[in-house]
């Protein structure tokens, strides 16, 4: 049976882009809590980091309006350059086109603003006019309403897009524990980003393997004394 999307997703056939994770797009956002948004950016792109993946970074009118990139996601790819734009859709730039069939690709990890402008705009040209696969990070990516993410995520499922998470993505990547090379990394970015899964991370690694707490520094635990009770 040949299905391209039956293929789970790898380090060694997968790219990512980031597209418009801008300050002035992010506060149109309303389908998702705003800081939840940002930190599933911030891991999905560290995520990439830790796993080599080739990633394409592109904004729009950001001196004009929308401002720079998170600098949390720069942070995670010092040096590397920002493809701006005029046009609401990534495709109608060639720099992006270009940057995309560089990296030799064909499934393309995609984390947006907005989901029903920039994100299915750019899905929807990316598989007519691409022949790419396009694995869409639902909750790296935000919407103006959650009406307006959601229509335009089954806009996009109809289309024939995958619709993914993005610890779904770092997971899939990582796919067997065995790989060591990139197991502290994946452990890092689960306890930095993972919410209660990261919080469970922590409490086996110190309360059952013993080991020592990952805070920087030394915090002394004094013992308890009791108070006289009246």
């Keep these: 049976m040949s299905n391209a999307k039956l293929e789970v997703l790898t380090p060694h056939n997968s790219q990512l882009i980031i597209i418009d ?14 800081q939840t948004l940002k930190n599933n950016v911030v891991g999905l792109a560290k995520a990439a980091k830790a796993f080599d993946i080739p990633t394409v970074i592109t904004t729009v009118e950001s001196e004009s309006f929308s401002g720079k990139t998170y600098p949390e996601i720069l942070d995670v790819f010092p040096g590397k ?18 940057a995309l069939a560089a990296n030799g690709r064909k499934k393309i990890i995609v984390a947006g603003l907005w989901t029903e402008v920039c994100n ?38 109809q289309a024939g897009v995958v619709p993914v998470t993005w610890q779904q ?14 197991y ?15 919080m469970g991370v922590d409490y086996a690694y110190t309360m059952v393997h013993k080991a020592p707490a990952r805070n920087q520094g030394d915090n002394p635990v004094l013992a308890p004394v009791a108070a006289p009770v009246r």
């Design 169 to 182: 993505v770092l997971l899939e990547w990582q796919r067997d524990w065995a790989h060591r090379d990139t």
């Design 21 to 34: 994770h801008q300050p002035q797009m992010a506060f149109g956002v309303q389908s998702i809590d705003r």
């Design 81 to 98: 350059a920002i493809l701006e734009r005029t046009s609401m859709n990534s495709w109608d730039d060639q720099k992006v086109r270009d």
């Design 184 to 198: 502290d990394a994946v452990m890092k970015i689960v306890t930095e980003h993972s919410g209660a899964y990261g």
């Design 120 to 157: 299915t705009t750019f899905a929807l040209s990316a598989m007519l006019e691409g022949d790419y696969e396009i694995y869409m990070v639902a909750d790296a990516s935000g919407g103006t309403s959650k009406d307006a993410h959601d229509f335009a995520m089954q806009r996009m499922v």
